[in-house]
T-cell receptor
């Protein structure tokens, strides 16, 4: 049984701070990893994908992957109130299936 | 990126009726699509994998006779909730892998359909 674990939060940070979201996964052979953002009442929106160890940056977002530790994280720099949402970590498997974590609720306070 | 649409976005129906939800990939072909259900403040739950040209694959605990899936073409999958009851009220979301990026392991989600059964 593949598992993806996230701290459910809520994680509260002040505007302008760095928000750090963490995720661990159980399947050692996983090769693809994704972060989705979901606003209340909306469907998930893809933010980042990462496939290799190390960091991947896209604007204010940085995904970090450590396959040896089975750990993936998302950093949000200069957090804005509009970043307040639930962040879902997902791990790719066979037949295009994704295994999702339960999500971390992030609140950015003005 | 890629665009996946769903219709309707919101539906209210009476108990015992059937409701059809459509999921379309607008700018790419999808031989596989996924159907999820999400209850308030809960995580996404995968219901089934929709396969173009063959039967859908259902996750454990999901009734295939209640949730009928038809993948009629490379751009359209439908989910029919048969004999809906209030406990079927939920947010139904479809997704399709691939998009226009060429990577088939990236899934793009439709906007979701909120079903309310009275």
């Amino acid at each position: 049984q593949k598992e993806v674990e996230q701290n459910s939060g809520p994680l509260s940070v002040p505007e302008g701070a760095i928000a750090s979201l963490n995720c661990t996964y159980s399947d050692r052979v996983s090769q693809s990893f994704f972060w989705y953002r979901q606003y209340s009442g909306k469907s998930p929106e893809l933010i980042m994908s990462i496939y290799s160890n190390g960091d991947k940056e896209d604007g204010r977002f940085t995904a970090q992957l450590n396959k040896a530790s089975q750990y993936v994280s998302l950093l949000i720099r200069d957090s804005q109130p509009s970043d307040s949402a639930t962040y879902l970590c997902a791990v790719g498997g066979s037949n295009y299936k994704l295994t999702f974590g339960k999500g971390t609720l992030l609140t950015v306070n003005p | 990126g890629a665009v996946v649409s769903q219709h309707p976005s919101r539906v209210i129906c009476k108990s015992g009726t059937s409701v059809k939800i459509e999921c379309r990939s607008l700018d790419f072909q999808a031989t596989t699509m996924f159907w999820y259900r999400q209850f308030p403040k809960k995580s996404l739950m995968l219901m089934a994998t929709s396969n173009e040209g063959s039967k859908a694959t259902y996750e454990q605990g999901v009734e295939k006779d209640k949730f009928l899936i038809n993948h009629a073409s490379l751009t359209l999958s439908t989910l029919t909730v048969t004999s809906a009851h209030p406990e079927d009220s939920s947010f139904y979301i479809c997704s399709a892998p691939g998009g226009t990026s060429g990577r088939t392991d990236t899934q793009y989600f439709g906007p979701g359909t909120r079903l309310t059964v009275l």
